[in-house]
Nanobody, 124 residues
Framework: QVQLVESGGGLVQPGGSLRLSCAASRFTLDYYAIGWFRQAPGKEREGVSCISGNDGVSYYADSVKGRFTISRDNAKNTLYLQMNSLKPEDTAIYYC?????????????????WGQGTQVTVSS
């Protein structure tokens, strides 16, 4: 059974940076697309970034493009989301999720395995 564990969230001031990690176990990253999603209070879950399993191509929502960077370390079976120039509107619970095929999408219903989430709060 696929397992995902996020870490790295916290409180940061506007303009600051955080790096989220997603440790994956019981599956090989090459065959799965991994997405980062977020959900703010009262809002729907939205896709933030995705990295494809076979070729490692990354995709970003317009709201984070140029500020966030997704990456993966296959040797450690770990995904990362580097978040720079954070804004208060980035405040949310961030989840990593695995999709059992390598192609990316921002449709959260396509992802069958989810981590527990990590809180990111951007506030002065």
């Amino acid at each position: 059974q696929v397992q995902l564990v996020e870490s790295g969230g916290g409180l940061v001031q506007p303009g600051g940076s955080l790096r989220l990690s997603c440790a994956a176990s019981r599956f090989t990253l090459d065959y799965y697309a991994i997405g980062w999603f977020r959900q703010a209070p009262g809002k729907e879950r939205e896709g933030v970034s995705c990295i494809s399993g076979n070729d490692g191509v990354s995709y970003y929502a317009d709201s984070v493009k140029g500020r966030f960077t997704i990456s993966r370390d296959n040797a450690k079976n770990t995904l990362y989301l580097q978040m720079n120039s954070l804004k208060p509107e980035d405040t949310a619970i961030y989840y990593c999720a695995a999709k059992r095929s390598p192609s990316c999408t921002f449709s959260y219903s396509s992802f069958g395995s989810w981590g527990q989430g990590t809180q990111v709060t951007v506030s002065s």
